[in-house]
T-cell receptor
Framework: DTAVSQTPKYLVTQMGNDKSIKCEQN?????MYWYKQDSKKFLKIMFS???????INETVPNRFSPKSPDKAHLNLHINSLELGDSAVYFC???????????????FGQGTRLTVV | QKEVEQDPGPLSVPEGAIVSLNCTYS??????FMWYRQYSRKGPELLMY????GNKEDGRFTAQVDKSSKYISLFIRDSQPSDSATYLC??????????????FGTGTRLQVTL
């Protein structure tokens, strides 16, 4: 009964390939996020979705395309992978932080992407 | 200059010590302040969160926020080897632009030795 689950946990792929990472949360939250953690452990927001609507796109290259089929899922598709995309990608969810009663973010276990 | 500054450590302390972890920030729009703990190869786990200035205590953990100085702290009492992890401070605002994303510090790696 994992709260925020991501698949796959590890992904090794060649430059130029296209890959997807899936995320699902069973917390009943209405807001989901993708964060990127670089080799120095620095976590940075990429996207934020509320009820399937894009709220934040933090100047991420358009090779990255998030898709939210419903408020419990937020997938990340990456086209034409580059070496610099190697990182750990974390999905997270919360209740809408813009509203009273908003909760803080709960994170998944991460997807370690290695581009070779 | 990053919006949130955090000493990366590593910080090594003996078991039982009091640990002090700190972050400074520059964006006065930040209103909510969090501490996350991240074990190696795991996701960040929320430890404490505080709204605006003040103190909050939960067991061995105490979070302090001083908005006038733009400075937040996490104190760990009676530290245990199981506390060995990276501690990330994070913060956000309340308006649309700053509420829907957490801005993190770089994390402090803590090692508690026997």
């Amino acid at each position: 009964d994992t709260a925020v689950s991501q698949t796959p946990k590890y992904l090794v792929t060649q430059m130029g390939n296209d890959k997807s990472i899936k995320c699902e949360q069973n917390l009943g939250h209405d807001t989901m996020y993708w964060y990127k953690q670089d080799s120095k452990k620095f976590l940075k927001i990429m996207f934020s979705y509320n009820n399937k609507e894009l709220i934040i796109n933090e100047t991420v290259p358009n090779r990255f395309s998030p898709k939210s089929p419903d408020k419990a899922h937020l997938n990340l598709h990456i086209n034409s992978l580059e070496l610099g995309d190697s990182a750990v990608y974390f999905c997270a969810s919360s209740q809408d932080p813009r509203q009273a009663g908003g909760t803080e973010a709960f994170f998944g276990q991460g997807t370690r992407l290695t581009v070779v | 200059q990053k919006e949130v500054e955090q000493d990366p450590g590593p910080l090594s302390v003996p078991e039982g010590a009091i640990v002090s972890l700190n972050c400074t920030y520059s964006n006065s729009a930040f209103q909510y302040f969090m501490w996350y703990r991240q074990y190696s190869r795991k996701g960040p786990e929320l430890l404490m969160y505080t709204y605006s200035s003040g103190n909050k205590e939960d067991g061995r953990f105490t979070a302090q926020v001083d908005k006038s100085s733009k400075y937040i702290s996490l104190f760990i009492r009676d530290s245990q080897p199981s506390d060995s992890a990276t501690y990330l401070c994070a913060m956000r605002g309340v308006d649309t632009g700053t509420a829907s994303k957490l801005t993190f510090g770089t994390g402090t790696r803590l090692q508690v030795t026997l």
